[in-house]
Nanobody, 112 residues
Framework: QVQLVESGGGLVQAGGSLTLSCTAS????????MGWYRQAPEKTRELVAT???????TYADSVKGRFTISRDNAKNTVYLHMNSLKPDDTAVYYC??????WGQGTQVTVSS
């Protein structure tokens, strides 16, 4: 059974950095597209960033210039490097691949 397992969330002060990781377990092959979504309290889930197997990336306007998505195909892992974090970035972050398959989510809290 294929699963996406996230790690790396936590509490950080505004202006700080965090890196999230997501590993696809149970799959022999890397997925063509992987991405990160986030959902803040009482808000709809929104796309944060995506990356293809050939490393093409897309970002939400709200995170451009601050977040970087990357992947290691050999490890079947995708990362989200988050810099200059703001309180508005507080959310549960979900790893995603369009099978569709979702991770369980990891909480990111940015204090002001």
């Amino acid at each position: 059974q294929v699963q996406l397992v996230e790690s790396g969330g936590g509490l950080v002060q505004a202006g700080g950095s965090l890196t999230l990781s997501c590993t696809a377990s149970g799959s022999r092959f890397s997925f063509p597209v992987m991405g990160w979504y986030r959902q803040a309290p009482e808000k709809t889930r929104e796309l944060v960033a995506t990356i293809t197997r050939t490393y093409a990336t897309t970002y939400a306007d709200s995170v451009k210039g601050r977040f970087t998505i990357s992947r290691d195909n050999a490890k079947n892992t995708v990362y989200l490097h988050m810099n200059s974090l703001k309180p508005d970035d507080t959310a549960v972050y979900y790893c995603y691949t369009p099978i569709p398959l979702w991770g369980q989510g990891t909480q990111v809290t940015v204090s002001s």
